[in-house]
Structure formats: C-alpha cells, structure tokens
Nanobody
Framework: QVQLVESGGGLVQAGGSLKLSCAAS????????MGWYRQAPGKEREVVAR???????NYGNFVNGRFTISRDNAKNTVELQMNDLKPEDTAVYYC???????????WGQGTQVTVSS
C-alpha cells in the first residue's frame, strides 16, 4: 500500500501562482509513476501532469506551459508548480501514484485550489 498526503492548495487571484506538494509513504519502492489529477464540480477527473522518469512526463492539454511537475525519488515527493492560474483551473487537485506490477492506483485526499477572477 502507498499513502499520499497533499499540501499547498488555497485561494489565489487569476494570474497568480501556487505550488502543490505530495509526500508518499508506505511501500514507496513499488511506485512506478506519480502525478496530479484534478476534478472540478460536475466534471470528470482529468490528468494535470504525470511523470515516471525525468524524460517521461506528460501534461494535460490545458496546461500550455503554465505548470511544472517535479519528482524527488529520494524523498518520495512530487510537486506541481502552477503559474498564471486561471479561474477555470479551480478544482480539487489529487496526488496520484501508480505502483506495483499491476499499476494499482493510489490517491491522496485532495486539496482545493480556487482561482478568483
């Protein structure tokens, strides 16, 4: 099992920045990839950014260079730096890890990001 704890959400004005952090614990040696998803009210959960190795990173189409994901394997953490935030970025952001031979999904509890116009 892998446990994920997020921090760093909050309220920010449009054009501002936030950094989300996620720390993994438990069977961290089984983690193959980590990343961030988000879910806005009435919408499906969508990928924000995922990374397995430094050269295997992908972002949601809506990111357009505004967000950067970084992972520290030694510390079992993943961060998401979000710049130029827009009201449409308002959502609950979830830390995600894919772990084990069957790529089991693990989720954090979620952190609210609210961007005011």
């Amino acid at each position: 099992q892998v446990q994920l704890v997020e921090s760093g959400g909050g309220l920010v004005q449009a054009g501002g920045s936030l950094k989300l952090s996620c720390a993994a614990s438990g069977y961290t040696s089984s983690i193959k990839a980590m990343g961030w998803y988000r879910q806005a009210p009435g919408k499906e959960r969508e990928v924000v950014a995922r990374t397995s190795t430094p050269d295997r990173t992908n972002y949601g189409n809506f990111v357009n260079g505004r967000f950067t994901i970084s992972r520290d394997n030694a510390k079992n953490t993943v961060e998401l730096q979000m710049n130029d935030l827009k009201p449409e970025d308002t959502a609950v952001y979830y830390c995600w890890a894919g772990a084990g031979p069957l790529w089991e999904n693990f989720w954090g509890q979620g952190t609210q990001v609210t961007v005011s116009s």
